[in-house]
């Protein structure tokens, strides 16, 4: 036989677990969300990089690109200087080669860094063929 207070203090026990287990299943969500959105990011650098003319190490235009294209910037740090990528060799035959470019930045939790998890790192990667000027290298 339960007394009439008995529901509210067990309601009060169970809501900080509740709590708890939503709250950090938010933060893996958006943490999966963000980790996502940089694969796609670096992708879409790589694909700038593997047509771009003139493509040196590090370029600056590429690094740019990265940036725009990653979600959630509140929650993620990147800078420019986060952001590499390879230099093809030189002529006469680019077309052999391929590019890598590499993003790591710092994600910090909403919620999971009450109890302790403040902030991951996160980094992704992303190569293509080397095809500067052409959709295709002869």
Do not use: H, W
């Not at 590499?102 to 095809?131: C, V």
């Amino acid at each position: 036989r339960k007394s009439p207070g008995q529901a509210i203090v067990e309601f009060t026990l169970l809501l900080p677990i509740i709590v708890l287990i939503v709250g950090g299943l938010t933060d893996l969500g958006v943490a999966l969300y963000v980790s996502i959105g940089l694969q796609n990011a670096v992708r879409e650098g790589a694909r700038i990089a593997a047509t771009k003319t003139g493509l040196g190490e590090n370029d600056s235009e590429v690094a740019r690109e990265v940036i725009r294209r990653i979600p959630a910037r509140g929650l993620f740090t990147i800078t420019t200087n986060d952001i590499t990528n390879t230099e093809p060799p030189p002529k006469p035959r680019p077309c052999d080669s391929n590019v890598t470019v590499t993003a790591t930045g710092t994600y910090r939790y909403m919620f999971l860094r009450y109890i302790g998890f403040a902030t991951s790192e996160m980094s992704r990667s992303a190569t293509m063929r080397y095809e500067p000027g052409t959709p295709l290298c002869q």
